[in-house]
Structure formats: C-alpha cells, structure tokens
C-alpha cells in the first residue's frame, strides 16, 4: 500500500469521525474513488444514497428503527402469508368460496398470492444468474434471516415457494405425432441449471436469496412498478458492497440496508422503468437523447458518422443508463463507477457524461467502423477501456462545458 492511498484513507477517517459528517468534503473525496479497506466504502454509499443522517449522534437509534421496519416488512409479506396459506390448505374439502383458490374475487387472498407468484419467478430467474462469472452470490452468507430460516417454525421461504409453485405449474407439449408430455416448466425452460440450484444444509441460504427477497419486498411496498427485470443488475452491487464489508457490524445488517439505499436510488432513477413515462422529459427517451446532444456539442464528427450509420442512441444507451453501467464492466469497475456517480449530487447528468466519455474515447475504432463493427462495440463496450480514464475524460467534459 503506497504512502500516498494511506494518506486517502486517514483523510476518510477523519471526514468520518467528525460529529456533523461534512457533505461537500465527503463528496469531493469519494469523487475520487473510496477505499475499501475499513468499510469505508460501504459507509460512504450509505451516506451518499441519503440513507444515513449526516449527524452521527443519530446514527444508532436510526439503524436500529429502519432495521425494525425491515423485520415488519418480511413477517408481513413473506412469513404471514405462507402461514396464511398453510392454513388456508389446497386440498381442505370444507374449503370456503372466499378462501377457494379459484375465487375469481380479484381481492382475494389467492389472487393476490398467485399475482406475487408471477412476479416472484421473473424476480427469481433474474438474481440466479447475477454475475455468473463470480462465485460471491452463490455462496451462503453468514447471516441467513434467522427471523424466516427459524428452526422452531418451518416457515415458507421463497426458494420454497418458487419450487413448489414450478412444480405445481406442469408444462404440457404437444408434439408433431400428437402424442403429449407433461413437463414441469423449470425443466422445460431449463431455469435451474445445476450449477444455479446447488442445495445448501438446512439453516443456511446464498447471496443470491437474499437479493430475491430485498426485490420481492420492494415489489411488494411499490405496486406501481413493482420489479421490472433489470433491477436485479443494480441492487446487486450494493449488496455486494455492504455484504463483503470488512466490519462484521455493519455486515450483519447488509439486507435491510441494501433495501433502505436501494429503495433512495430507485426514487431517483424508477422513472427509466416506467414504460408510460418514456416519452416524457423525466423519462428514458429524453436521457438517450441528451447523450446524442452532448455529443454533437462535444465531438461533432463522431455524432455525423453515428448519424449517418443511422446509429440511434436507444440501441446501446437504454442499458447503459437504466442499469447505472452495471452491465458493461467487471464488477470492481461498476462500484469504482458508482464511487464517483453517487458523489455527484447531479449523478443522473454526470452518467450521462460518462456515456459521452466513453463513446468519445473509442472514437477512431467508430470513425473506421462500418454499422455492424461499431454497433458490435457499442452492446459490448471493450473493457480494454480503463474506467479511471472515463471518469476523467467524464470529469474533463463537465468542466469544459
């Protein structure tokens, strides 16, 4: 470790132990990068995702009242409901109409519980195959929810819950002779790969569980976007971040405040899932645009021969900016990325800069390149490109303008 990063992090530290944490000092250090070393970059996050007061004095009658929301949130959408539909039972013959699961009540207790089941498969095939090039979300963590894994009460999970709802959901095929199969649909859509679906010894639950459950929480407290696929990509890196910190304080508690920042960043940028808001000056279309914009005004040759290829801006743009850039670069550059975004009180503009940047930097393979090599390059952003380079460049741009 040179002198020089060590010298970063005292400055951290001492940012940190002020009383009234300083936002403009804060922000201007971690613009820069924040160190992993400490936790200090999981604290950074919280802080900068406006999900800690910057007044330490309140920090611990804070963590303790959100923790004890997260607690109400799993018993009243997860442990109640399965309780509620092991009561109920599928195969009870004194059933009653309000409780039949084939009440087509709209209101109905089992309409709603099938409506969650839709939701929770898309949500569960997502976080499955969260960065497969790592091991990290496939292993169990070391805090499994007690409140749900609780050896006394043999409550529904929801890996439980999403194995019995495939089971019971049968496939049926028809093939060319006529004759028919009966498959259940993981088989038949190959949901569960072996390597996806390793059993962990009872009592224990992996990584990837415990985003599925952050995602169905937040689907369930947010009906009017609920989950759309994609979510997973940027709740991930924040679990990621808070899960691995070095200080076991604060990483037993990674699940409730992945939810909490999660849920601050998507107020912020749920307006890019909202298909009925595309059009409009807060939605997605408008923010593709203005990437287009920027860089007429930045690089005006490079914008022609987009132009003139007929490259338009939502053929690789709407993943770079609904997802926060987290599908173009390795984990550790996606958080290195995140360090100087969520710095940025304006973050949303200053992604929008990186976007430029980065188009800006691989300029003369675009200038050379016909549509199918650059559009090739575009949905899949050579990663020869360093990030530290892009946030400068990024960096440059906003100060020229």
């Not at 209101?107 to 569960?124: A, M």
């Not at 976080?127 to 790592?134: G, K, S």
């Amino acid at each position: 470790m040179s002198s020089a990063y060590k010298n970063r992090i005292l400055e951290f530290k001492e940012t940190l132990s002020e009383e009234t944490i300083n936002l403009k000092t804060l922000r201007e250090l971690c613009f820069n990068g924040i160190p992993f070393e400490g936790g200090i970059r999981a604290l950074c996050w919280k802080i900068l995702l406006n999900y800690l007061p910057s007044d330490q004095t309140l920090w611990e009658s804070f963590l303790k009242k959100q923790r004890e929301v997260y607690s109400q949130f799993l018993k009243e959408m997860i442990i109640q409901p399965g309780i509620a539909k092991a009561n109920m039972g599928l195969s009870r013959e004194d059933v009653t109409m309000e409780d039949h699961p084939l009440n087509p009540n709209p209101d109905s207790r089992w309409n709603n519980y099938f409506k969650d089941n839709e939701i929770l498969l898309q949500i569960d095939k997502d976080v499955r195959r969260l960065y497969p090039d790592m091991a990290f979300f496939q292993r169990p963590t070391d805090y499994p929810c007690q409140l749900i894994l609780d050896p006394q009460n043999e409550y529904e999970t929801l890996r439980r819950r999403v194995e019995q709802t495939t089971l019971k959901a049968q496939t049926v095929n028809r093939n060319r002779s006529g004759v028919t199969n009966v498959s259940s649909p993981g088989k038949a859509f190959n949901l569960y790969p072996s390597n996806e679906y390793e059993v962990l010894p009872n009592g224990s639950e992996a990584h990837w569980e415990v985003v599925e459950r952050i995602l169905f929480i937040y689907a369930k407290l947010n009906p009017g976007i609920a989950y759309v696929q994609g979510m997973n990509e940027i709740v991930g890196p924040i679990y990621y971040t808070f899960a691995t910190d070095p200080n076991s304080q604060w990483k037993e508690h990674a699940e409730a405040d992945t939810f909490f920042c999660f849920t601050n960043l998507m107020s912020e940028n749920r307006d890019n899932f909202i298909k009925s808001l595309d059009d409009s000056q807060c939605g997605i279309t408008y923010k593709m645009e203005s990437v287009y914009s920027m860089l007429k005004d930045k690089d005006l040759e490079l914008f022609l021969k987009l132009e003139e290829q007929n490259i338009k801006p939502q053929y690789f743009t709407f993943r770079w900016l609904t997802l926060l850039l987290s599908q173009e670069f390795l984990l550790p550059d996606v958080i290195r990325i995140w360090d100087t975004l969520f710095s940025d009180q304006d973050r949303f503009h200053f992604l929008i800069l990186v976007c430029c940047a980065m188009l800006i930097l691989i300029r003369d393979n675009l200038l050379a390149g016909d549509f199918t090599v650059n559009m090739r390059s575009l949905q899949d952003y050579p990663i020869s490109i360093d990030v530290h380079t892009i946030l400068t460049k990024a960096k440059d741009l906003r100060d020229n303008s």
